[in-house]
């Protein structure tokens, strides 16, 4: 069965950055989409960063510009790499797959299929 397998969650103070990674398993082939999410306490899970099948990548503007998202094919792990984190962005991180043509174009929760267990962010 498919399976993703987050990791690189931690504590550091504001200004600094973190690479987290997510290890994919059980996959016949290429999903559509590769994303990451994330979800503060009392806050709806947001999507902020997407890698879709042809290589595009999209940010959320809430963001962009501080990470980047990458993948390793030979490997299948999928990575965020962070950087000067900020308070705000303390949360459950999340990457997720989907299978589905709409989420080329759609970076929410509801056109994900596959879901990790998350890392947590902490950032102070």
């Known amino acids: 069965h498919v399976q993703l397998v987050e990791s690189g969650g931690g504590s550091v103070q504001a200004g600094g950055s973190l690479r987290l990674s997510c290890a994919a398993s059980?996959?016949?082939?290429?999903?559509?989409?590769m994303a990451w999410f994330r979800q503060a306490p009392g806050k709806y899970r947001e999507g902020i960063a997407h890698?879709?099948?042809?290589?595009?990548?999209g940010y959320a503007d809430s963001v962009k510009g501080r990470i980047t998202i990458s993948k390793d094919n030979a490997n299948n792990v999928l990575y965020l790499q962070m950087r000067n984190l900020q308070p705000e962005d303390t949360a459950m991180y999340y990457c997720?797959?989907?299978?589905?043509?709409?989420?080329?174009?759609?970076?929410?929760?509801?056109?994900?299929?596959?879901w990790g267990q998350g890392t947590q962010v902490t950032v102070s």
């Open positions: 997720a797959t989907s299978s589905r043509s709409d989420c080329t174009w759609k970076l929410v929760p509801s056109v994900y299929d596959t």
């Open positions: 059980g996959y016949t082939g290429n999903p559509v989409c």
């Open positions: 890698l879709l099948n042809n290589g595009d990548e």
